[in-house]
T-cell receptor, first 111, second 112 residues
Framework: DAGITQSPRYKITETGRQVTLMCHQT?????MFWYRQDLGHGLRLIYY???????DKGEVPDGYVVSRSKTENFPLTLESATRSQTSVYFC??????????FGEGSWLTVV | RKEVEQDPGPFNVPEGATVAFNCTYS??????FFWYRQDCRKEPKLLMS?????NEDGRFTAQLNRASQYISLLIRDSKLSDSATYLC?????????????WGLGTSLAVNP
């Protein structure tokens, strides 16, 4: 029982391409999050969602789009990938009790 | 001043040693506190929540000092498997996950 899964796990794409990272959770958690983690910056929140059809910007939302039509899915789209978006992306979910659980991460390289 | 600060380390300790990490936070209204563990190239995983009265889970003890605005993690009898990065997390808005503020982590290497 993986709980929260991300796909793809590894992706290489070219500058300017659109990329979608998928996130699926089986816990029925109301909150879902997308973070990126870079050396020297730690975990930075890109977008979060409090429930289906409710999303909000985090700390670094520029260049990213999210949607949440179903509680269990929270895809993250890079509309036109840039080299600065090379990173590892973590999806997470949780309920209002603050504790959140992470997926295994998606390693994205933009060339 | 950063909202959450941790000594990046690395802390190099021998097996069996006791090691402690501190994490300071700037927002005195912070409501909840956590320690996560992250192995190299893996996702962060919840290690333990930190309660006002302090709490213990096996070899791990977490404490909160509101007056001085820091939390601590003590690891006793260190194991090789404890080698990881330990992330301090502070939530300034209880019930709202969005306000989770992450430290950059403290690296621990336990040596044979």
């Amino acid at each position: 029982d993986a709980g929260i899964t991300q796909s793809p796990r590894y992706k290489i794409t070219e500058t300017g391409r659109q990329v979608t990272l998928m996130c699926h959770q089986t816990w029925s958690h109301s909150y879902m999050f997308w973070y990126r983690q870079d050396l020297g910056h730690g975990l930075r929140l890109i977008y979060y969602s409090a429930a289906a059809d409710i999303t909000d910007k985090g700390e670094v939302p520029d260049g990213y789009v999210v949607s949440r039509s179903k509680t269990e899915n929270f895809p993250l789209t890079l509309e036109s990938a840039t080299r600065s978006q090379t990173s590892v992306y973590f999806c997470a979910s949780g309920n209002s009790g603050n504790t959140i659980y992470f997926g295994e991460g998606s390693w994205l390289t933009v060339v | 001043r950063k909202e959450v600060e941790q000594d990046p380390g690395p802390f190099n300790v021998p097996e069996g040693a006791t090691v402690a990490f501190n994490c300071t936070y700037s927002n005195s209204a912070s409501q909840s506190f956590f320690w996560y563990r992250q192995d190299c190239r893996k996702e962060p995983k919840l290690l333990m929540s930190v309660y006002s009265s302090g709490n213990e889970d096996g070899r791990f003890t977490a404490q909160l000092n509101r007056a001085s605005q820091y939390i601590s993690l003590l690891i006793r009898d260190s194991k090789l498997s404890d080698s990881a990065t330990y992330l301090c997390v502070v939530n300034a808005n209880a019930g709202n996950n969005r306000k989770l503020i992450w430290g950059l982590g403290t690296s621990l290497a336990v040596n044979p």
